[in-house]
């Protein structure tokens, strides 16, 4: 099977080379064929320099640059787009998910799953936040019916096939991707992954964005308001 490995990188200069090796590690260690995409959200600290170094030593990269920051699931989306694996993941740039759990993931997509989430066990960020997320979530679970624990974990398995079905049915506007393949298919199941803090750099969500993100959110769920042909991101470079 190829994967397709897409992290959303906003601002994350302290991070990526870590991360590189250590997600370097897991796919020698686990054998497996991979391409590791890393969606440059329009950063303005060296994160491009430094996936531009990454990308000419390794050949298994490639990196799209967004001409501005468009937020973390347009950025995903685009890197979904250029993805050519039989399954994506989805992980954060800032090493707050392992990368040593992928194969976590890989496990039950190989048992035939098509979809896999991570739920965050012991979430390390701030509490105020975790009873915002707490409540927010509560609020969507009234109208979706399929639960999920921790929709807003950012580390996720989903078969291509699948994720290119839902998105030529709804459209690229999908910031509740995962409660759309819920509905779609019973092929779903969750993992536990681990948490840390995040140790370098800082949260892209200030409350405000937060806030702003939750209704907007609200909007697409409550008042089925899905835009089919919007705008969600322009690519200006692509590498690889
Ligand atoms: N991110 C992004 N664009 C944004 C905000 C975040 O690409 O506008 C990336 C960020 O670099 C990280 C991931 O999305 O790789 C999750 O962001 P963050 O760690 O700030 O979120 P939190 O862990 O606080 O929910
Ligand atoms: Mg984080």
Redesign the pocket.
């Known amino acids: 099977m190829f994967l397709s490995i897409i ?6 200069e302290e991070n990526l080379v870590e991360l590189y090796q250590r997600l370097d590690k897991t796919i020698k260690t686990n054998d497996y064929t991979a391409e590791v995409i890393f969606v440059d ?1 329009g950063s303005d600290d060296k994160s491009y320099a430094i996936l531009k170094n990454l990308y000419q030593k390794d050949k298994r990269i490639k990196i799209i640059k967004l001409k501005k ?1 468009f ?2 699931i347009p ?1 995903i989306l685009a890197g979904i787009k250029l993805a050519r694996g039989d399954a994506v993941i989805t992980l ?3 090493l ?1 998910n392992p990368p040593e759990e992928i194969p976590k993931f890989m496990e039950k997509i190989n048992q035939g799953f098509s979809a896999v989430f991570g739920y965050r066990i012991k979430r390390k ?1 701030y509490f105020l936040r975790k009873i915002c997320s707490f409540v927010f979530w509560q609020l969507i679970s009234l109208k979706t019916r399929k639960k999920i624990k921790d929709p807003g974990c ?1 580390f996720n398995a989903i078969k291509k096939d699948l994720i290119d079905k839902i998105i030529k049915k709804y459209g690229e506007n999908l910031k509740n991707i995962k409660h759309m393949i819920a509905k779609e298919t019973n092929s779903v199941t969750q993992v536990a992954v681990s948490h840390f803090k ?1 140790e370098r750099g800082k ?3 200030s409350f405000l964005r937060l806030v702003s993100y939750a209704l907007s959110f609200l909007k697409e769920i409550f008042l089925k308001n899905f835009t089919k042909n919007n705008l969600l991101y322009e690519i200006e470079e692509i590498l690889g």
Request: charged share 35%.
């Open positions: 992290i959303p990188v906003y601002n994350e959200d920051n937020g973390q950025a954060d740039a800032d707050q960020d950012g995040r949260s892209k969500y």
